[in-house]
């Protein structure tokens, strides 16, 4: 993240006094940040995917100041809780994707009527995956949320040491330990007999 600019630090203290216009200037302030973290995000996916970079940071934004948006501390607070949103954005689409590959309430179609099916399914594979990774992650938060949320901050906002530090008020050590402990339990999780891929 590049160094704080007042616009941020001051849209997020007129939001928290209620001024709706803030939003705007939020937006404005935070979006080539927020782009640069859901590029980063993106480039972990395929990239044909129907949830293009702008869309992804169009929806995590909304979360973020929705109807029932919560107020941030500072600017480290936005971005951990944007983490957490693109997250959220991206588990949803791989849900509904999921569906979808299941049909997705069509009515069923003999098999016969459809011709051969493909050897691979990637964009079902990576669903799958990143939805195992959301169950994996939401267990670890349960057992130790510091590394739920260094996970988040690094994995799903793409956040470096130095920028997760800054957003969970952690010192860089602490979150370089979290991480390798984090990722360490969410391999064992992931390839775990009683996983669920």
């Known amino acids: ?62 979360k973020l100041l929705g109807p029932n948006r919560p107020g941030f501390d500072d600017r480290g607070h936005f971005f951990s809780a944007a983490a957490r949103a693109m997250r959220q954005v991206l588990v ?51 057992l130790d949320p510091r590394q739920a949320q260094v996970v988040e901050c690094r994995y799903f906002g793409g956040l470096s040491v130095e920028e997760t530090a800054e957003a969970l008020s952690l010192s860089e050590s602490t979150v370089k330990r979290e991480w390798r402990s984090a990722r360490a339990w969410l391999y064992a999780a992931l390839h775990s007999p009683d996983s669920p891929s």
């Open 1 to 62: 993240m590049p160094v704080p600019s007042p616009e941020v630090t001051e849209a997020l203290d007129a939001l928290r006094e209620g001024d709706v216009s803030a939003r705007d200037r939020l937006m404005q302030a935070v979006y080539d940040e927020l782009h640069m973290l859901a590029r980063a995000q993106r480039r972990r996916e395929r990239s044909d995917l129907t949830l293009n970079t702008t869309a992804l940071v169009h929806e995590a934004y909304f």
């Open 92 to 142: 949803d689409h791989a849900r509904s994707r999921s569906r979808q590959k299941r049909g997705g309430g069509q009515r069923p179609v003999a098999l016969d009527a459809i011709g051969p099916l493909p050897d691979e399914d990637t964009d079902a594979r990576q669903a799958a995956e990143l939805l195992d990774l959301d169950a994996a992650l939401t267990q670890l938060a349960e």
